[in-house]
């Protein structure tokens, strides 16, 4: 399973941006999705995850009410629109899924290459 990032950028305090990723492959299933970033001289954290189903969603305190997760599971595609983006928001922004191989029946977990988001003041 390969997961690949789009939609990083430069905006304005106050902008909107909306990150892609999409999940490639065979024979697998995705359970759930997320979203992470890391800031320069910060850990790696949690933005938002997102079930199989797209019924259960989690977000990070910061993120709550401005970001919003989503996906289309017939594209294989997760999403997060970026709404009212602060200076704070700037990081590499990485995609995660975690699910099930069917040609080895094992769980696995992938990360994509990581989008930069970059929003000034």
């Known amino acids: 399973v390969h997961l690949v990032e789009s939609g990083g950028g430069l905006v304005q305090a106050g902008g909107s941006l909306r990150l892609s990723c999409a999940a490639s492959?065979?024979?697998?299933?995705?359970?759930?999705m997320g979203w992470y970033r890391q800031a320069p001289g910060k850990e790696r954290e949690l933005v938002a995850t997102i079930t199989s189903g797209g019924g259960s969603t989690n977000y990070a305190d910061s993120v709550k009410g401005r970001f919003t997760i989503s996906r289309d599971n017939a594209k294989n595609t997760m999403y997060l629109q970026m709404n009212s983006l602060k200076p704070e928001d700037t990081a590499v922004y990485y995609c995660?899924?975690?699910?099930?191989?069917?040609?080895?029946?094992?769980?696995?977990?992938?990360w994509g290459q990581g989008t930069l988001v970059t929003v000034s003041s």
């Open positions: 995660n899924a975690g699910g099930v191989d069917h040609t080895t029946t094992r769980y696995f977990e992938r």
């Open positions: 492959g065979s024979a697998f299933s995705i359970t759930v």
